[in-house]
């Protein structure tokens, strides 16, 4: 059975720092992972999909990781701001229509 | 552009009341819609998922119900509701292409249900 996991649970960092966010999984059959963003009481905004084929996918100051032999992704956000606080949420797609969900590293980025 | 739109964006409901959530896409066509449960300090649970017009898949027992009258709109309903309905609702979609989920899920900005 599929668990995601991500840690750490929160986060709190000063702006301007750049932090790593996990994500692990424990099975490495996967078709794709995707990181969400979502802020308090809001639904989900995709930030990154990295195919099982691809290793990392950029997107502005985001870097999302993936090795699937470890069952490890990273998303790295550089020099970080106060409007980046929220719940970073990874997800995996594992066939057919599941798709299983972490918890989320809720983040908080002081100014 | 494809948009997804989802309301009421709360609600407070006695136990014993019926619902309805619903849930409509934008610019897009035939695409798999689900219905997604989100606990506080907990990952999203799939609730359902539909790969067409009347085409329902249900991941876990419950209380609910969903419907898919049209191509883009998907129907989240209870008959009863319980205290333990509570939480937030979130409705998706992505591109359809049968079995083969590789694709991005774009989310609706929820619904906060509360039974009381």
């Known amino acids: 059975k599929q668990e995601v996991t991500q840690i750490p649970a929160a986060l709190s960092v000063p702006e301007g720092e750049n932090l790593v966010l996990n994500c692990s999984f424990t099975?490495?059959?996967?078709?794709?992972l995707q990181w969400f963003r979502q802020d308090p009481g809001k639904g989900l905004t995709s930030l990154l999909l990295?195919?099982?084929?691809?290793r990392e996918q950029t997107s502005g100051r985001l870097n999302a990781s993936l090795d699937k032999s470890s069952g490890r992704s990273t998303l790295y956000i550089a020099a970080s701001q106060p409007g980046d606080s929220a719940t970073y949420l990874c997800?995996?797609?594992?066939?057919?229509?599941?798709?299983?969900f972490g918890a989320g590293t809720r983040l908080f980025v002081k100014a | 552009s494809q948009t997804i739109h989802q309301w009421p964006a709360t609600l407070v409901q006695p136990v014993g009341s019926p619902l309805s959530l619903e849930c409509t896409v934008e610019?897009?066509?035939?695409?798999?819609l689900y219905w997604y449960r989100q606990a506080a300090g907990r990952g999203l649970q799939l609730l359902f998922y539909?790969?067409?017009?009347?085409?329902i898949s249900s991941e876990v027992p419950q209380n609910l119900s969903a419907s898919r009258p049209q191509d883009r709109q998907f129907i989240l309903s209870s008959k009863k509701l319980l205290l333990s309905d509570s939480g937030f609702y979130l409705c998706?979609?992505?591109?359809?292409?049968?079995?083969?989920?590789?694709?991005?899920?774009?989310f609706g900005q929820g619904t906060r249900l509360t039974v009381v």
């Open positions: 998706a979609w992505s591109v359809g292409r049968g079995l083969v989920l590789n694709t991005e899920a774009f």
């Open positions: 099975d490495s059959a996967i078709y794709n």
């Open positions: 990295i195919q099982s084929s691809q």
């Open positions: 997800a995996v797609s594992t066939g057919g229509f599941k798709t299983i």
């Open positions: 610019g897009t066509s035939n695409p798999n």
């Open positions: 539909s790969v067409g017009i009347g085409q």
